[in-house]
């Protein structure tokens, strides 16, 4: 049912999803700050105040979101309950070292750790935990991605990238060419990175995170 409760959940869902506040989500998608706060949901005269279609538009896009995902977070859609599983989990720095890949980007070897997350059911998913700021305020340190392999990534997806000289990185895939790969970081103190398709190991999307 469209309500305003509903549509306000949806957007307090998304930002718990992503591991921010309302207010960080707000930031994220180019808004003012207070712009989902609890005290800009009713008037000062107790009626209700709707979030606004610009308002979700710009949220889905800033977070890769779905409208499925919106609407199932507002509780439009049934939803069974979250099926949780272990997947193999590992620390993003640690990643570069060999031997715990394949050439396809899959998790091979020893070492890995595990983590019981709620996930799609692709078999090939694993967790890895950033570190570093380059993806702040949307991924902190010690905040655990889910990847996949199999998934088709698109310009605008959030990534991993292995390079061949052992480099893991977590960024936004911002372009790509038959010759190059361009990626760019959420925090603004760091520039793009355009690397050449030759030295690109694998690359795979971001498809779920938790803190």
Do not use: C
Request: hydrophobic letters at 40%; zero cysteines.
């Amino acid at each position: 049912m469209l309500s305003h409760r509903a549509l306000w959940d949806g957007i307090d869902a998304v930002a718990q999803r992503n591991g921010l506040s309302v207010s960080a989500l707000a930031k994220l998608a180019g808004l003012d700050a207070t712009a989902f706060n609890v005290s800009k949901r009713v008037s000062k005269d107790g009626r209700e105040r709707w979030p606004s279609t610009e308002s979700i538009a710009k949220v889905l896009e800033a977070t890769g979101e779905t409208m499925d995902s919106f609407l199932a977070g507002g509780t439009f859609l049934h939803m069974d309950a979250p099926r949780y599983r272990t997947v193999p989990l590992l620390g993003l720095a640690q990643a570069g070292a060999g031997g715990f890949f394949d050439s396809a980007g899959f998790p091979a070897g020893q070492g890995w750790d595990e983590v019981s997350l709620p996930t799609p059911g692709d078999p090939g998913i694993y967790a890895l935990e950033i570190q570093g700021d380059s993806m702040e305020p949307l991924y902190r340190e010690g905040d655990r991605v889910v990847v996949s392999p199999t998934e088709q990534v698109r310009r605008g997806d959030r990534v991993v990238v292995k390079t061949r000289e052992g480099e893991v990185m977590a960024k936004i895939l911002y372009r790509q060419t038959a010759n190059q790969i361009e990626l760019h970081s959420l925090n603004p103190a760091y520039g793009p990175r355009i690397l050449n398709m030759k030295d690109i190991e694998w690359i795979a999307r971001i498809i779920w995170a938790s803190q």
